[in-house]
């Protein structure tokens, strides 16, 4: 059973930092793509970022791109999200996604809320 959990949400000023984690068990393989996508309150969900398995290649949205850094951890199929000088448009419940070979596996997300 694959199981994607998400962690490091919370409540953080505009201007600040906030580090997301998102960790997949029951994997059979390591070389899943990790991407972040989120989802703002009476908004679709929305992509944010991506990474490939071994980390070399990422791709970000233009709303994120030069703040949020993605990136894998040496822990097989963990990565990380820092997201730095926060916005009041980034808060949005987040969610991570593994995929790859046909398969994609989705956490339970972790809401990121920006105050003013």
């Known amino acids: 059973q694959v199981q994607v959990t998400e962690s490091g949400g919370g409540l953080v000023q505009a201007g600040g930092s906030l580090r997301l984690s998102c960790a997949a068990s029951g994997l059979s393989r390591i070389n899943y793509r990790v991407a972040w996508f989120r989802q703002a309150p009476g908004k679709g969900r929305e992509f944010v970022a991506d990474i490939n398995w071994n980390g070399y290649r990422k791709s970000y949205a233009d709303s994120v791109r030069g703040r949020f850094i993605l990136s894998k951890d040496r822990v097989p199929n963990t990565a990380h999200l820092q997201m730095n000088d926060l916005k009041g448009e980034d808060t949005a419940v987040y969610f991570c996604?593994?995929?790859?070979?046909?398969?994609?596996?989705w956490g339970q997300g972790t809401q990121v809320t920006v105050s003013f």
């Open positions: 996604k593994f995929y790859g070979a046909g398969h994609e596996f």
